[in-house]
């Protein structure tokens, strides 16, 4: 039996390799000679490097600025002329100092900053994932990074998108050259607008630490960076643009100034790990991420890779921390069942803490599911 395993994170307790490595244990508990293959997959976020390098890519490292402007080491994947990127590597949550949230001040120059060093390693498609973002400053510290003047009374603006609202002028002649002759890809599933009620700062912003105050104040600079940016020649007007609001509206500027064109994260990532060829022929597939619900059910990692088993007829099955959907919708969804680790420990801070060995007993409960099926038919 050959069983092919594309799973994203649990996110704060198993990697998508982790999932992978315990499911496996846990079917071959029960069915030894099981095949048990794994695609490393993400939705465009966190572990789309991971997922790229585990395809062949070549792991890089550069220095940049953090979140809060302090330097850290972060990595980036290439191959040949082609770049990933993951902004939550430079610029998100969890590269955080101390992991102390700063809503207003921290910015997004980490990401201009790998742009830069995919630029200088000769690349000229750059895929940029987005999410986990610790920022809500429009793309305005990418921008710094690669070129664009940012002024307030005089000098340099201040990092991070409430400091915005003191722009009074916005230069992009100093835009790195080298974009105009690449692709950059923004790898999102996100739809959101940069402003208003659906927008980066209201949407987005209160995870990232932000009060009702501060919402306010991230929204007045927001709409003034954008008023003043799209007056520049150039630039598309993209504050209302699908997928401006992403990352706290790095997905803007990348659409209004890099020309980035927006692609569902699981369709890059099915493109760089050519998951169609590697579950071909394969008798059943496992995806799964930490929370199985209607989000996931928008577009995100498992209905990738259900969409890419239906088409090749081959059935999958889910795995989740937790599922919060019908068992309707599971189907409807295309999966032949669905495995939650709250069905085997229901206390969530317990499911997150013991998630790998609670994988490998879901992966004998799946598997010993498998057999009797076989059985029976």
Do not use: W
Not at 269 to 278: C, K, S
Request: charged letters at 20%.
């Amino acid at each position: 039996m050959r069983v092919v395993i594309a799973s994203d994170k649990f996110k704060g307790s198993a990697t998508g390799a982790e999932v992978a490595a315990s499911l496996g244990d846990g079917i071959r508990s029960v069915i030894p000679d099981a095949l048990i293959e794994t695609v490393p997959v993400a939705d465009g976020g966190e572990g789309t490097v991971e997922a790229a390098i585990a395809s062949g890519f070549e792991a890089v490292t550069a220095r940049v600025a953090g979140p809060t402007g302090a330097p850290l080491e972060a990595r980036f994947a290439v191959r040949g002329a082609e770049a990933i990127i993951e902004m939550a590597a430079a610029s998100g949550l969890d590269v955080l100092p101390r992991g102390e949230k700063a809503a207003l001040t921290a910015t997004s120059h980490g990401t201009g900053d790998l742009i830069s060093a995919a630029l200088d390693r000769g690349c000229t498609t750059i895929v940029l994932g987005v999410g986990g973002s610790a920022c809500t400053d429009g793309g305005a510290g990418m921008l710094q990074a690669l070129g664009v003047s940012l002024r307030a009374a005089g000098r340099p603006v201040r990092a991070g998108g409430a400091a915005l609202a003191e722009l009074a002028d916005v230069d992009v002649s100093g835009l790195d050259p080298r974009l105009a002759d690449a692709t950059i890809v923004l790898a999102s599933d996100v739809d959101n607008p940069l402003l208003g009620d659906r927008g980066a700062a209201v949407v987005f912003a209160p995870q990232k630490g932000a009060s009702a105050d501060d919402v306010a104040a991230l929204e007045a600079g927001l709409r003034r960076f954008s008023e003043l940016l799209e007056k520049q020649p150039g630039v598309r007007p993209s504050a209302t643009a699908p997928g401006a609001g992403a990352a706290g509206g790095v997905g803007y500027a990348a659409l209004a100034v890099l020309g980035a064109r927006r692609e569902p994260g699981i369709d890059v990532i099915q493109r760089l790990t050519g998951l169609a060829d590697r579950i071909s022929g394969a008798d059943l597939v496992i995806t799964g991420e930490g929370s199985l619900d209607e989000q996931s059910l928008g577009g995100k990692t498992p209905m990738g890779v259900a969409a890419a088993a239906r088409a090749a007829g081959i059935p999958v099955i889910a795995v989740c921390g937790r599922s919060a959907i019908t068992e309707e919708q599971a189907t409807d969804a295309g999966f032949r069942r669905v495995y939650a680790l709250s069905e085997i420990e229901p206390d969530p801070a317990a499911s997150m803490a013991n998630a790998v060995s609670l994988l490998v007993d879901l992966g004998g409960r799946l598997a010993l599911d498998l057999v009797l099926d076989r059985a029976s038919n």
